[in-house]
């Protein structure tokens, strides 16, 4: 595997239902993103973890539960989601230093649709 | 005033024409400019980016960043059917890690 690997590709879930989207990183780098992308709306960052630790939580309602266990894994907990969460979800990394950590690197993303 | 004004397209041109992709911003303190690219169904890839003023090319790319008139512009030169695409910019902070996305242009290139 390289770069940025997402699984699963496709989710769809009921409003009742509890998933974990995953994403993990072989690039060798030490911060990693969760995004929401929409449609017709730009990129929204919702949550930054550097070396395991939580630096940004983007008033991101607590439906949502990022974990980072390492450098190279982030997930994405979800938990009665709403139809207004469908969205594709995109994981990035980067290295955590001065003028690098905007050199992001994405992944493909998870289509999650909420029924 | 949004801190990202980019024009959605469609963008639509001929195979061998220079297209020219922009975007206005209005935060000062962006230093970092960074362009990506997202073929339908991927997740968007790191396409170039420049730091402060100036110009930097890469290959077909030219991408250009005048701070005085907070303007930020993508060149492709003789385009190609590959580069059909949705183009996003994205400026940047000094040290911080935060990117403020574009919405993105759709832009297609016939043969």
């Known amino acids: 595997e390289t770069g940025v690997t997402q699984t699963p590709r496709h989710l769809v879930m009921g409003m009742t239902n509890k998933k974990s989207l995953k994403c993990e990183q072989h690039?060798?780098?030490?911060?990693m993103y969760w995004y929401k992308q929409s449609a017709k709306k730009p990129l929204e960052l919702m949550f930054v973890?550097?070396?395991?630790?939580?630096?940004e939580n983007n008033s991101v309602p607590s439906r949502f539960s990022p974990e980072c266990p390492n450098s190279s894994h982030l997930f994405l907990h979800l938990h009665t989601l709403q139809p207004e969460d469908s969205a594709l979800y995109l994981c990035?990394?980067?290295?955590?230093?001065?003028?690098?950590?905007?050199?992001?690197?994405f992944g493909p993303g998870t289509r999650l649709t909420v029924l | 005033q949004k801190e990202v004004e980019q024009d959605p397209g469609p963008l639509s041109v001929p195979e061998g024409a220079i297209v020219s992709l922009n975007c206005t911003y209005s935060?000062?303190?962006?230093?970092?400019f960074m362009w990506y690219r997202q073929y339908s169904r991927k997740g968007p890839e790191l396409l170039m980016y420049?730091?402060?003023?100036g110009n930097k090319e890469d290959g077909r790319f030219t991408a250009q960043v005048d701070k005085s008139s907070k303007y930020i512009s993508l060149f492709i030169r003789d385009s190609q059917p590959s580069d059909s695409a949705t183009y996003l910019c994205?400026?940047?902070?000094?040290?911080?890690?935060?990117?403020?996305f574009g919405k993105g242009t759709l832009l297609t290139v016939n043969p």
């Open positions: 973890y550097s070396l395991e630790e939580r630096v």
């Open positions: 690039l060798g780098h030490n911060a």
């Open positions: 935060n000062s303190a962006f230093q970092y």
């Open positions: 420049t730091y402060s003023s």
């Open positions: 990035a990394s980067s290295q955590w230093s001065s003028g690098r950590s905007h050199e992001q690197f």
């Open positions: 994205a400026p940047g902070g000094g040290s911080n890690y935060k990117l403020t």
